[in-house]
């Protein structure tokens, strides 16, 4: 099997991108994030990084996952200014806005998870300014108060203290092949990964 080394922003972003290598049955990858001898968790680290790790594509998988935010109002320019040119081996794709838009894009499991009705959730979730702010105001709304708790952030936080746990909990739920269907961005990085053969 090849190896293959991800590199993500945070905790939320490998829990979505280990969901996507299970349901296509690729190996796993080795995680880069927060590994003293990488640069990782970091947007700007990351893209300060990138090359580094294009050079070492020549040779094993790299996956580099980053959200676009408000960096670009189109991702195909962006990724060309941030990587002119990939190596073979080098899988780099952007989340529009933020990795919670490719969460949305399956709306039925977002919906049966926190427990509201499906026409809550946002039916392009690649056109809203904050994914994240979006998903937090669903969460808002269920009527699971375990999952608000967990979730929903304090004064003074960004985010509850549970909240990639919960994310984790959700992808239980959540299917690639559905939401690529909302979210050209998630189809565009299920077709690279499709690229890197399972034996």
Same mark, same amino acid.
């Given at each position: ?24 049955? =690729? ?11 990488? %640069? ?6 990351? #893209? ?7 050079? &070492? ?17 189109? %991702? ?22 933020? #990795?919670?838009?490719? #969460? ?11 427990? #509201?009705?499906?026409?809550? %959730? ?10 994240? &702010? ?17 979730? =929903? ?7 509850? &203290? $549970?909240?990639?746990? $919960?994310?984790?909990?959700? =992808?239980?739920?959540? $299917?690639?092949?559905? &939401? ?10 299920? $077709? ?8």
């Amino acid at each position: 099997m090849p190896d293959i080394n991800l590199v993500v922003e945070g905790k939320a972003d490998e829990y979505v991108m280990l969901a996507l290598f299970r349901h296509f049955n =690729l190996p796993s990858p080795l995680i880069r994030t927060n590994r003293p001898y990488q %640069v990782g968790g970091k947007k700007d680290d990351i #893209i300060a990084t990138l090359q580094k790790w294009n050079e &070492a594509a020549k040779w094993d998988y790299w996956v580099v996952i980053i959200d676009m935010d408000n960096a670009s109002d189109c %991702v195909a320019e962006y990724k060309k200014l941030l990587l002119p040119n990939s190596s073979e081996k080098m899988i780099f794709r952007i989340a529009i806005r933020k #990795i919670e838009s490719w #969460i949305l894009a399956d709306a039925e499991a977002v919906a049966f998870y926190l427990g #509201i009705k499906q026409t809550l %959730v946002p039916t392009n979730p690649e056109t809203l300014p904050d994914p994240k &702010a979006s998903l937090m105001s669903l969460v808002y709304k269920s009527k699971r108060k375990d999952i608000k708790e967990d979730m =929903l952030p304090k004064v003074g936080l960004k985010q509850g &203290a $549970r909240y990639t746990e $919960r994310i984790k909990d959700l =992808l239980q739920y959540w $299917r690639p092949e559905i &939401a690529q269907q909302s979210s050209e961005s998630l189809m565009r990085c299920i $077709r690279a990964l499709s690229t890197i053969p399972k034996t």
